[in-house]
């Protein structure tokens, strides 16, 4: 016979009644199971969708474009960037609000490139 502990039971058989007139039933699930969705919730971080780039030619630098964040939430473009000599080092765009580009240059000298272009979100 096999065994069963004793939590993998008590999830599979425990349900919990809410008490109050027209409040919905919720049943207990294992916790790898995905959380249902709240009526009326803002959108979070895993609405937002952001897209980035590099420019095409010198001065090189990059943009990130997001959609779908909360209205209070910012974020702002992160270029790594390197130069002639291997060393890199970290540039900032300003910080913007859903539906807005944040954009920033490593340096205006030609022999500076974008290493890669990420996105910073606000906490």
């Not at 010198?58 to 974020?75: E, L, R, V």
Request: proline share 7%; hydrophobic share 40%; charged share 15%.
């Amino acid at each position: 016979m096999k065994k069963k502990s004793i939590v993998q039971l008590g999830a599979a058989a425990l349900t919990v009644m809410s008490v109050g007139v027209g409040s919905p039933a919720i049943a207990a699930s294992p916790a790898s199971a995905a959380p249902a969705a709240v009526s009326g919730a803002k959108p979070g971080p895993q609405d937002a969708s952001c897209n980035t780039w590099k420019t095409s030619r010198a001065p090189w630098g990059g943009s990130a474009y997001c959609s779908g964040m909360a209205w209070a939430d910012t974020f702002r473009v992160k270029l790594t960037c390197i130069n002639y000599r291997g060393q890199t080092f970290t540039v900032h765009g300003p910080w913007k609000h859903t539906n807005e580009t944040s954009s920033a240059t490593c340096s205006s000298d030609p022999n500076v490139g974008v290493l890669s272009v990420a996105v910073e979100e606000s906490a």
